[in-house]
């Protein structure tokens, strides 16, 4: 690639356009995530102000609707890895946005509260399922310049959602709220139709021509001859490679999936979701200067803005730095906004003066979570889990991270009633300082380092199985393609595909191989035989 290629901007590259389009609906993970915690953190204390409310909810019922969306979520992300081998993810992605209209309406026309709690369960099941395949979709329509950004589109839609509810919330009712969120998946809905099915998937149920058409429509102008060859031959050596859940515990892989756990359950005790599920009732009950909504709407700007700035400060910083720096910046927040509230409490009026605190307290938290701590989960599982065992790895990382989330959201009142508010900040604050030190002595730095030396520095070995195995080509990760949310998972964490005779996944870092690799032998046989390959 000549530096003029290099220095292109996004929407120049061939395809680009197409690639977006095909996000859309790829990052549906994101939309529904976004609009679930939009709807808890601003919807439901408007339903709770609405003396036109068909019901009463209690802190308890609060806190069943709002994680019994992340519980299911464990459920729907474990059926979603299998799905493909009886449908395309494009068509999975088309018919999952017709349960998540119907849960929406559901909330905008329910009259009881099981009813809200079926609309919650559907939609955790639905943006479980999305999560694995809505990444797997976005992974083999990328090309090697975009993939940066259009991998990370689901966690972009979940802020973008996120935002979008809450300015809402300024000028329509909950139920209104709801509605809206349903004309959102509707609108996703009609485009996916305009979408082709995924080419690596019409290429393992042997639909060449297909398959063709699908990766020609993302790649614009460009050949894609030598693309699509390598694609099928990438397939095949797919299926030599695969691991299962008793890999997990041989002794070289321990330390790297250690590492990985513990930062999870810092991640999520950090109380980063329970935060965003509760804003509109923490700014309510500190008593900030600016109104609760606004105040939640300035902080979903906040994050919206800053996620964009992640990716390039996580290459630019190093990953160590980042993190160990975001941690610090989060846990002082935590501690100057306990603090406030530990003295709000003793003298309201004294505090008065003070109140720009609580905002001011978030905002320097978010910044801090959005810029490391949120995308961090998906750059270390990218980087520190061996490729042998990715598929086992990375669905286990997803249970855990899940699990510990539904805890956090799930008994904030609790924690709320018997340490009191600044006791949780004071918690969090406590957390966010021991995860720096953490990242400071656990975690190794992995800015610029290949697959290959990050598993070196956790002493891992691992002996090919075969001499094609062992030829096969690593691709060097940089990091980071985030993606996203409660849940978690990067565009490389998921399989690709699938044997009709296997329940075993092969990697979904293959694709990001075959794709850049694909291109390389194209360079390769225009500079051998004189051909000249349109870019």
Avoid at 95 to 122: E, V
Avoid at 143 to 160: C, E, H, K, N, V
Avoid at 359 to 386: D, K, N, R
């Amino acid at each position: 690639m000549d530096e003029k290629e290099k220095r292109k901007h996004l929407y120049q590259h061939e395809g680009f356009c197409h690639q977006v389009l095909g996000a859309s609906v790829g990052s549906i993970y994101g939309t529904i995530v976004g609009t679930a915690l939009g709807f808890s953190s601003v919807g439901l204390p408007l339903f709770g102000w609405d003396e036109n409310a068909p019901f009463i909810m209690g802190e308890y019922e609060k806190s069943v609707f709002t994680s019994v969306f992340v519980l299911v979520m464990i459920a729907g992300s474990i059926v979603g890895r299998y799905l493909t081998s009886l449908v395309g993810p494009r068509m999975i992605l088309t018919a999952l946005l017709l349960p998540t209209i119907a849960s929406w309406l559901l909330i905008a026309f329910g009259k009881n509260i099981y009813l809200f709690f079926i609309s919650r369960t559907i939609l955790g099941m639905c943006g479980g399922i999305a999560l694995p395949i809505g990444q797997m979709y976005l992974t083999e329509i990328t090309s090697p310049d975009t993939r940066g950004f259009i991998a990370s589109t689901a966690m972009l839609s979940q802020y973008i959602y996120g935002f979008v509810d809450s300015v809402a919330v300024l000028v329509m009712s909950w139920r209104g709220l709801a509605m809206l969120n349903a004309v959102v998946m509707a609108a996703h809905f009609l485009v996916s139709f305009f979408l082709p099915e995924s080419p690596v998937w019409l290429l393992r149920k042997n639909m060449t021509e297909k398959a063709r058409d699908s990766l020609q429509f993302v790649r614009g102008k460009e050949d894609v001859e030598f693309e699509l060859r390598d694609l099928q031959l990438r397939i095949e050596e797919s299926r030599r490679s695969s691991s299962g859940l008793l890999d997990l515990l041989k002794g070289n892989y321990l330390k790297p999936l250690f590492v990985l756990t513990a930062f999870i359950a810092f991640r999520q005790l950090s109380g980063a979701f329970a935060v965003l599920s509760y804003t509109v009732e923490i700014f309510d009950t500190a008593g900030s200067g600016v109104g609760a909504i606004v105040s939640t709407v300035i902080i979903n700007a906040v994050q919206l803005c800053f996620n964009f700035l992640s990716n390039v400060m996580t290459d630019r910083i190093g990953r160590k730095k980042l993190y160990v720096a975001s941690a610090s910046l989060m846990g002082i927040s935590h501690f100057s906004f306990g603090t406030y509230y530990h003295f709000h409490d003793k003298n309201e009026i004294a505090t008065r003066k003070f109140n720009w605190v609580p905002l001011v307290s978030l905002i320097f938290y978010c910044i801090g979570f959005s810029v490391g701590f949120a995308p961090a989960l998906y750059v270390l599982m990218t980087e520190l889990i061996p490729m042998r065992i990715r598929n086992s790895a990375s669905a286990v990382m997803s249970v855990i991270n899940n699990a510990v989330c539904f805890i956090v959201v799930q008994y904030f009142y609790s924690m709320r009633r018997e340490l009191t508010e600044a006791g949780v900040f004071w918690f969090y604050g406590s957390i966010c300082i021991f995860a720096a030190v953490f990242c400071e002595i656990m975690l190794p730095e992995t800015k610029g380092k290949n697959l290959d030396e990050l598993e070196a520095a956790f002493a891992i070995k691992i002996a090919p199985k075969n001499e094609s195995e062992g030829n096969s080509i690593l691709l060097e990760t940089n990091g980071a393609y985030n993606t996203g949310i409660v849940g978690v998972e990067n565009a490389s964490d998921f399989a690709l595909f699938n044997d009709d005779d296997s329940d075993e996944l092969p990697s979904g870092e293959d694709v990001f191989e075959v794709m850049d690799d694909a291109r390389s032998r194209s360079d390769i046989l225009d500079k051998d035989h004189g051909e000249g390959t349109s870019r």
